[in-house]
């Protein structure tokens, strides 16, 4: 069995590990352009604030000769689907293909004189880091998670920040409105700017501008195969197929199926996509592997400020037609007679018969309530099995009386 995998991402490195081990005797080729083997992606805006010292800390050497895994450097070009070939400079023959060739930056045109930067590359974080300089301005276009956290980055190191979207609040496709205003007040007190809700075309003053405008699929190769493709990316089945037989695709460059409202779904994030791999590779290799689905879990930590969220916020509940109410408690991540204690706000979403179809939290211990959270939609939860739910109490870490559990209650109180 020769199985060959386009990209070394969190995707592909899942898709090799797990075709290795169904079937140790497969024949794996990896085809990747970069001159290293994994970059975690995700600590790019770290780097620039000084939390990580430095880009090599994000780079990962994986060892594929010593698990029996060959490496082929090389951009792809083209794949033959009927005679089942990779061409990438050379030619790569295949009985099984996994596609996980991930994302790349969306960046609207915007007229400028100023250079344009993306936090998606080694390369185009180093070109920015290289230009930030203390009271210079900055120019963030994007509210969402790279934005802010770039935002911040650049407003530690000494820069004019002043952050740009289109739409009305912060991380406005993950949490509502009024966790978004919390979230801006914070950033706000930093002294960074915001301007929310403006479209923008033209940039006229100097600065340094970032675009943070978002991703799309990878796939400009694909363009016109038998691979079908639709806007959230790559459509594969339950088994992370394609719609050619024995081609698989896994990570950013594909869409799944949300677990709230079953319509496919971009898949964006670095845990799905090493998930996603195992299903792929796994089946490859002769497996029978079914992946249910996505709920868009992710957490952002911007300085002190920890924001999380899972599954559908209010605007895409309205937008797919499920009346919902909500329950939205702010608490302590532990008792203040303890010793100092820090702010945490949990809002749950469910739908008009109390089930949860999404939870948003802000403050110290945002990520553990909405892990929390994620699992409890998964399992068919109640805003009533929340509210009963029994949690680890010690005052060190937390209180008796958890946030998570309160805004359960005050949920439970607009049901009919």
């Known amino acids: ?48 604030d000084g939390e990580i010292k430095g880009f090599d800390k994000l780079k990962h050497s994986l060892n594929l000769d010593k698990m029996g895994i060959k490496l082929v450097k090389g951009d792809v070009s083209e794949v033959d689907f009927k005679e089942k070939k990779v061409i990438c400079g050379e030619e790569v023959s295949y009985d099984k293909l996994i596609i996980a060739v991930g994302s790349k930056p969306f960046v609207p045109e915007i007229k400028t004189d100023n250079k344009i930067f993306t936090v998606h590359s080694i390369k185009g974080s180093e070109e920015l880091k290289r230009d930030i300089k203390k009271g210079d301005k900055a120019i963030i276009i994007g509210a969402g998670a790279i934005g802010l956290e770039t935002a911040v980055a650049l407003k530690k190191k000494g820069m004019d920040v002043k952050v740009i979207d289109m739409l009305e609040s912060a991380f406005p496709r993950a949490i509502d409105k009024d966790m978004s205003a919390i979230v801006e007040e914070k950033l706000t007190s930093m002294g960074i700017e915001l301007d929310l809700g403006s479209e923008i075309k033209e940039i006229k003053e100097k600065a340094i501008v970032v675009m943070a405008t978002g991703v799309m699929p990878n796939v400009t190769f694909l363009e016109g195969s038998m691979v079908k493709i639709s806007k959230s990316g790559i459509e594969v089945d339950e088994r992370m ?141 109640k805003l009533s099995d929340i509210a009963e739910l029994e949690l680890g109490y010690c005052p060190v870490v937390s209180d008796y009386y958890d946030v998570l559990v309160m805004a359960a209650e005050l949920g439970i109180r607009k049901l009919k």
């Open 1 to 48: 069995m020769k199985i060959v995998i386009i990209g070394l991402g969190a995707a592909g490195f899942g898709a090799a590990l797990a075709a290795k081990k169904q079937d140790r005797k497969a024949d794996i080729t990896i085809i990747d352009n970069k001159d290293f083997d994994l970059l975690h992606q995700c600590g790019l805006p770290f780097v620039l």
């Open 241 to 381: 197929m394609t719609t050619v037989r024995d081609v698989y695709a896994a990570g950013d460059c594909v869409g799944v199926k949300s677990l709230i409202n079953k319509e496919r779904w971009p898949s964006i994030l670095a845990n799905n996509a090493y998930r996603e791999g195992i299903i792929a590779g796994s089946n490859a290799a002769g497996g029978d592997k079914k992946f249910k689905g996505i709920l868009g879990t992710f957490v952002s930590v911007m300085d002190d400020i920890e924001v999380a969220a899972t599954g559908f916020n209010s605007y895409f509940a309205e937008k797919y037609g499920i009346k919902t109410i909500a329950g939205k408690a702010k608490g302590k991540n532990r008792p203040e007679w303890y010793g100092p204690a820090e702010e945490l706000i949990v809002k749950l979403i469910a739908d008009d018969k109390g089930k949860l179809i999404g939870g948003q939290a802000i403050g110290k211990g945002a990520k553990e309530r909405i892990n929390i959270v994620s699992t409890a939609i998964k399992a068919g939860f």
